[in-house]
């Protein structure tokens, strides 16, 4: 069987979701990554990695979370073989990544932070490039079915140079496909792109997750890492403050179940401060934590009987946003801290 007839392509919405090599995923690992103390620091006295360690189970989609300058990039770096740790172990398939990467490099699949394609030359044509430095041998159907697979059928001829923002993207995953990879990094692929191109690229990345490839993905999007990942571990200076399932972190450190009322002004807040209730502004709406959920209705019935006006009132619980300011101090903004 070709490599183009053991593909799979189906579709959601025009947006192809799944289109990938079926294989059989190896699951005899616990782990497919392992990192133990793992640290990176520069003089004078910069901690750009300190200390983290990590276990990344087959099969999943595993975003780590943070700001700007939280050591992401780093992290992911040296497991992807281009730096070299100060300190620690990092084990990637049961093999450690100081030793020989070579036996780990065919197996992985890298989208960087600052990709951008080959400008003069075609997707078809970085596809063939990117085959041959990995020794590979891809026909015109294995590139097409590839391409289709990323959602670029139609841009095949169109210049690198050329293509918009999230379509770069997309050539840089299917870059990073080119060798069927059982474990894929993605550096903040959708930073900088407009809502239609992120939901694309989250379509993929489902897509790619479903057919058993473990995804490593960096992101400073809270609402991305709430809707893709199945494990999160959130970083800030350095460090992992954090580690679980979006559930988990939620119901750990977001505690708090929140009444909002929709269409009220500063007036609203002021008359719940006279009653002595904490609130606060809030996407033009008031929000009211409730901490304990067994008092949510008599919070309700205090807010009924108040003379205020409002359109809407509804409960709503906290959020990975909400998790990160309350383990942060700070909210962050495009990745960066504000407050």
Known sequence: MSMAEAW??????????QAYPRREVKRKLKAIIEVEGLSKHYPPDLKAVD??????????????LGPNGAGKTTAVEILEGLREPTSGKATIFGIDISHDYGKIRKRVGILPQNFEPFENLTPVEALEYWAHLFNMTKTSKDIDALLESVGLGSKKKAMGGKMSGGE???LGIA??????????????????????????????????KKKGTTVVLTTHYLDEAEKLSDD?????KGKVVARGTPDE????????????LVGVGQSA???????SIVSHRENGNVVVPVSNPKELRTMFAKLSSIQVEFKDMYTR??????????????????GVLRG
């Open 168 to 170: 770069k993207r997309k």
């Open 8 to 17: 799979e392509i189906t579709e959601d919405e025009g947006i192809v979701t």
């Open 249 to 260: 972190l939620i119901g750990r450190y977001g505690k708090e179940t929140l009444i909002v």
């Open 232 to 236: 999160v571990a959130i970083m800030n």
């Open 269 to 275: 807040v002021d008359e719940l401060a006279r009653r």
């Open 317 to 334: 619980r906290q959020t990975l946003e909400d998790v990160f300011l309350n383990l942060v101090g700070q909210k962050m903004d495009e």
């Open 51 to 64: 200390g983290v360690s990590l276990s990344i189970k087959p099969g999943q989609v595993f975003s780590i």
């Open 175 to 208: 870059m990073a496909l080119i060798n069927d990879p059982e474990l894929l990094f993605l550096d903040e692929p959708t930073t900088g792109l407009d809502p239609k191109a992120r939901r694309d690229l989250w379509a993929l990345i489902q897509g790619i």
